[in-house]
């Protein structure tokens, strides 16, 4: 079993910035595909981007000039570095985590209860 742990969250005003960090517990032998999504006030699950085991990089095309992920050297940790903010990007981000699949495979599917591991995810507020 694999535990994420999200923390970075918090409130910031228009055009700032966060870094969220999401890192897993418990069965750590293997690499894992590990990414984040959101969700805001009223909306559906939104996908926002995933790192593969091989470095590749998959993010949603909204916040790609905006947002970057990343991974700490060869371990299953990853950050989100979100630059810009907009009201539009306040909600609850929750990393993810999947093995076995390329950053995009994991980006289309990840925001379905049966992908993977789920973290319980940290709140953004954009004024």
């Known amino acids: 079993h694999v535990q994420l742990v999200e923390s970075g969250g918090g409130s910031v005003q228009a055009g700032g910035s966060l870094r969220l960090s999401c890192s897993a517990s418990?069965?750590?032998?293997?690499?894992?595909?590990m990414g984040w999504f959101r969700q805001g006030p009223g909306k559906e699950r939104e996908a926002v981007a995933m790192?593969?085991?091989?470095?590749?990089?998959a993010v949603t095309e909204s916040v790609q000039a905006r947002f970057t992920i990343s991974r700490e050297n060869d371990k299953n940790v990853v950050f989100l570095q979100m630059d810009s903010l907009e009201p539009e990007d306040a909600g609850r981000y929750r990393c993810?985590?999947?093995?076995?699949?390329?950053?995009?495979?994991?980006?289309?599917?990840?925001?379905?209860?049966?992908?993977?591991?789920w973290g319980e995810g940290t709140q953004v507020t954009v004024s």
């Open positions: 418990g069965n750590n032998q293997r690499c894992y595909d």
């Open positions: 993810a985590a999947t093995w076995g699949l390329t950053a995009s495979e994991a980006l289309r599917i990840m925001t379905r209860p049966d992908f993977g591991y």
């Open positions: 790192l593969d085991c091989d470095g590749r990089a």
